[in-house]
């Protein structure tokens, strides 16, 4: 018994430390584990999964496993361990332990023979779970339920899995299964499909604050309102990490923390150097960024951390400049007000281009032998950048919210024009900045007579004529999207057969003009069809005889007509 509580405390003691205060702070409890939740309700930020399990008891339809999936640090072993409370609690309390019965303190101080925690991790083999399978078979001694909690359950070998997996597929009334894990997409499907799923969020600023906070007043700590925000962000949604750290800035600074020392122990980033980075980069103070880059490199802080800060913070300068402004920002309303009033003076896209080449730091940074001079020198680069070398650019990326060069294309390729073509052109996309690929996507509509040779694929679920006639207006109009007159000679014709992957769409023979225009835009009306039915597919015309019900236009005066010999210049030889 003595053993495990020891093997247990081992577990727990996952609580990440700074090496160098790790052993000041071993010699108290750590605040993780002092304040570690005993209720569902004390659960911060998973109120979702909480709540959930709270009704499961109401209506005794507890399930045999559950799989607890979420980052680090969210309350996931914490909450596993509540439920095992709960299951064997001796107090009747609606699925809230009472804490104070025998079998509560037990499990909450890892003496029960019953409720086991297996670290999936160190304990990942085949003749671990052979083991915990043997385990399985006895009933509990004390309690109503034996509880298998297994943390970093996907950190078993796969033999460890299938054996598992025969536990899980006949398990004992008396059992039940509690897994956790960060990497939910490496445990077996097998196994997730045995178990009833519950994801846990990382937490929110003002979630993990409010967790402090508590700490913070039962410890009797002074804080300066800063270090939460400072704690919070370091911590990355996970509240077994803001603890770990306040623990740290405790054993550092005292009673007393200010955001100063909290900076300097933490080794972060002041905003206030980045806000002087940007202030320099606006007015193209290359000796004061030089400054600002100095500073980092004397206080140590490292290349990788200054350009990850420089991101985020500019990237809050780019949402501050947004409609909703600084609000969005997950900042303290010091700062919110600090990016609101430095956003005024910029314009998003030259933020946006920061951004691009800062991010591109980031990749490069890692590969050169002097990051040093790499910072400097990127970052003067940064400062000479000419505003309206990439604006255009930049405006396709803001008034689309669109990448400029997708693989595919969205627009079609420009209508095929006859010989003597003038008009049309507004139908194709502004000239100036198509990246090369982008023409020759469109380049196929040019060739017909490669296009027929193309074998069509005809792999996938056979489309029948009747789905295609019945999405028939829907093609038409993806086809008319692009403001040609090319949806509305289509709309004149419909499906007539489908072979395979080939559409043909029939025509009344008075078309037989538009039918040519149609053929030479082939390829924009497949494209159409591939959207509407996520297939490759070919298009062909016919002019169908008999079909003149409405034959009171001569071809001439046809208003199509008229608007096709008016777009192409064309006239009627017949
Ligand atoms: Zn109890």
């Not at 909480?50 to 607890?68: D, G, K, M, S, V």
């Not at 023409?439 to 509509?445: G, H, Y």
């Not at 924009?524 to 959207?531: A, G, Q, T, V």
Request: charged share 25%; hydrophobic share 35%.
């Amino acid at each position: 018994m003595g053993e495990r509580s020891v093997r247990n405390a081992e577990v727990e003691g996952s609580i990440p430390f700074g090496s160098t205060f790790g052993k000041l702070v071993l010699s108290y409890q750590v605040l993780a584990r002092k304040y570690r939740p005993e209720k569902f309700q004390d659960v911060l930020g998973q109120g979702h999964v909480t709540q959930t399990l709270l009704n499961a008891f109401e209506r005794e339809r507890i399930a045999h496993a559950y799989l607890f999936a979420g980052p680090r640090g969210v309350g996931k072993t914490t909450t596993a361990r509540i439920l095992a409370k709960a299951l064997n609690c001796l107090t009747d309390a609606n699925g809230n332990p009472c804490n104070e019965c025998n079998n509560c303190q037990e499990i909450a101080s890892s003496r029960s023979m019953d409720v086991l925690e297996i670290d999936g991790a160190s304990n990942r083999g085949i003749d671990e779970i052979r083991n915990l399978r043997e385990l399985v078979k006895y009933s509990p001694i004390n309690v109503k339920f034996k509880v298998f909690i297994i943390d970093e359950v996907h950190m078993l070998t796969q033999a460890a899995f299938n054996a598992l997996l025969k536990t899980l597929e006949e398990p004992p009334p008396h059992v039940k299964f509690i897994f956790a894990t960060t990497e939910a997409n490496k445990v077996l499907p097998t196994i997730l499909s045995r178990c009833q799923r519950h994801d846990f969020h990382r937490m929110s600023l003002e979630t993990i604050r409010a967790g402090l906070e508590a700490v913070v007043e039962a410890e009797n700590v002074q804080m300066e309102e800063s270090v939460y925000h400072l704690i919070g962000t370091t911590a990355d949604g996970s509240m077994r990490d803001a603890l770990s750290l306040a623990d740290q800035l405790i054993a550092f600074c005292g009673h007393s923390i200010t955001l100063e020392a909290a900076t300097e122990m933490l080794g972060i980033i002041p905003s206030d150097l980045f806000f002087s980075i940007t202030d320099a980069l606006k007015v193209k103070d290359r000796s004061g960024l030089l400054d600002q880059l100095t500073e980092v490199h004397e206080k140590g802080f490292a290349q990788t951390d200054f350009i990850n800060g420089l991101n985020r913070h500019l990237l809050n300068l780019l949402i501050a400049t947004g409609e909703k402004g600084a609000d969005l920002l997950d900042v303290t309303d010091d700062l919110k007000e600090r990016y609101s009033t430095a956003s005024s003076e910029w314009k998003a896209r030259d933020l946006i281009r920061y951004l691009d080449h800062v991010t591109k730091m980031e990749s490069e940074i890692k590969r050169v032998q002097q990051p040093k001079v790499f910072l400097e020198a990127m970052m003067l680069k940064l400062a000479e950048m000419d505003s309206s070398v990439e604006i255009s650019d930049l405006l396709d990326k803001l008034s689309g919210g669109n990448p400029v060069s997708t693989s595919q294309p969205v627009k079609a390729p420009p209508p095929q024009l006859p010989p003597k073509e003038k008009p049309a052109v507004k139908d194709s996309p502004p000239p100036k900045e198509e990246p090369p690929q982008e023409e020759k996507v469109s380049e196929p509509a040019a060739e017909p007579e490669q296009k027929k040779a193309d074998a069509v694929s005809d792999s996938g679920p056979e489309l029948s004529l009747d789905s295609v006639r019945q999405k028939w207006e829907e093609v038409v109009g993806k086809v008319s999207e692009n403001g040609t007159s090319i949806g509305t000679f289509l709309s004149h014709g419909e499906p007539a057969e489908v072979t395979g992957r080939r559409v043909t769409i029939g025509f009344p023979e008075r078309y037989r003009f538009q039918l040519d225009v149609l053929k030479k835009n082939s390829r924009r009306i497949e494209m159409s069809l591939e959207k509407v039915f996520h297939k490759e597919l070919k298009v062909d015309f016919v002019l169908q005889k008999g079909n003149e019900s409405s034959a009171e236009l001569s071809n001439s005066d046809h208003p199509v007509t008229q608007r096709v010999l008016e777009l192409f210049g064309g006239e009627m030889t017949n």
